[in-house]
């Protein structure tokens, strides 16, 4: 996974001081379907584990 992929969920377990270490990742749209009807707020990282 590229370092330039910035993430703030520092309890995933893939979370490095605000880079994700994830060897890949899957953002999907909330509530599904393919347009996030710009904005941000409703698409989701997938790929989020709790660290534990």
Known sequence: ???RITCNVSDCMY???KR???PSIE?????GGSSAQGTKE???CHTYQLKR
Do not use: E, H, I, R
């Open 20 to 22: 994700c270490t994830a």
């Open 15 to 17: 979370w490095d001081n």
């Open 1 to 3: 996974m590229p370092d």
């Open 42 to 44: 409703k698409t989701n």
């Open 27 to 31: 953002v999907s749209v909330d509530g």
